[in-house]
């Protein structure tokens, strides 16, 4: 069953886009983030800094508010230079370095400056923990191979000492594990973070979708359709209706597909030929033709059905089992004139026959013996037979009547009908002796 229309490749390029868009961006106030960790025992390092380095973070903290940004870099620069900056100070110029670069989108370089500022392993636990935050998400914008797998072991590192993290971590490596296939991985923390992200009021679009590509991938076809129905209730988008149509009816429950194509329909989601066409076979099979036929014509008049045989053909039999026959005759005639064969102006014949037109069944059943390859021949001289008995043209009836028996399945009907014709020849010739 395949609830994604697009490929696998679009989803994963989809998914690219939705992190970088959303998760990309995290504070680039000085400090960064405070994001909740577990207690570690003190420390006897040192965090305060020398009066120097002191003195030029101010400065930069100064060019930064006021978004001077690339002149707070020409300060910290010799700072990196220095040989016998204390473990502290460097770790702190690389950090503050590392969101200036981040501050004007120069994010492989912020990455590389937070990872020097890592290496450094001289900060206080929450710092490291938001720069190992903000790192993952820095790696996710730029999904490489490379890139995925240090991402991924960053936020592993800061699970292992956050303490009740929220909903957006557990998106983030979510979404990170999803871009390297690993959907079993994916699935728990796609999960946390719609069920966390729910109790906040938070949860939005991007999260059910992240959940639906999860559950599916991991063959939870029935956790992936309860999905789809809040995507289709709370997110109203063609997308997902087609998807849960399509679910239902691979499911074997073929009246909520109609249902969810009709509910589709309503709201004006319909807008290419197949989907037209396949709501009015479900309809026309539900035994609701009338609303099949008004389906259909409102395909046409859209301009999205296209005028092809198959088409009229369809509005014309809604219109036939909904009993409107005067209404069916203009859509069959065109599927007639469009066919390949000649076999729709027999049945376009057979219409104009029950509702008595005969000069125009004979015309339909001329035009259908002209146009050829039928099914079955002998069945088009037995109906142009009948025509042409009911216009009184009982020459043209027999010899009509006379091909028609060379069909098995046509031979005794013709037979009876040359009987008519025999009792209507001699009925006349007996006026005419009469009159004389």
Partial sequence: MTFILDT???????????????????????????????????????FIPSEITARKLLKVFELADEEKYQEALDVLEPLTRKKKLKKYDKAKVYET????????????????????????????????????????QLYLADPTPENLDRSIALLNEWF???????????FLLAAAYAQQDAWDKALPHARIAVEKAETQGKVTEQFYGLLLAMEFQNGNLMESLEVLKILASRYPKKQYY????????????????????????????????????QLAQRLLFAE?????????????????????????????????????????????SKAAEMSEDGDLYIRLAQVHLEIENWKDARTALEAAID???????????????????????????????????KGDNTADSARKWLKHVDRADAEAAAASTTEG
């Fill in 8 to 46: 696998e490749k679009s989803k994963l390029a989809r998914l690219a886009t939705l992190i970088g868009m959303l998760l990309l961006i995290f504070s680039l106030a000085i400090g960064g983030p405070a994001l909740a960790a577990k207690k570690k025992k003190s420390s006897r390092k040192n």
């Fill in 97 to 136: 370095r590392g969101y200036m670069f981040a501050a004007l989108e120069r994010y492989d370089d912020a990455r590389k400056s937070f990872e020097k500022a890592l290496e450094q392993d001289y900060l206080p636990d929450s710092s490291i923990e938001s720069l190992k935050y903000g790192l993952a």
């Fill in 160 to 170: 292992e000492n956050a303490e009740n993290p929220g909903y957006q971590p557990h």
């Fill in 242 to 277: 087609m998807q849960l149509a399509y679910a239902y009816s691979n499911m074997g429950d073929d009246d909520r597909a109609m249902a969810t194509l009709q509910l589709a329909y309503s709201l004006d989601f319909l807008d290419r030929d197949r989907e037209f066409s």
């Fill in 288 to 332: 609701v033709p009338w609303q099949a036929a008004k389906v259909m014509m409102a395909g046409f008049e859209k301009g999205v059905l296209e005028e092809t045989a198959d088409n009229y053909e369809l509005l014309a039999n809604s219109l036939l089992h909904a009993r409107e026959y005067d209404k069916a005759l203009e859509p069959l």
């Fill in 371 to 405: 146009k050829g390859d039928l099914r079955e021949e002998s069945r088009a001289q037995l109906l142009l037979g009948i025509s042409n008995y009911n216009e009184k043209r009982y020459k043209s009836a027999r010899r009509a009547f006379n091909l028609a028996l």
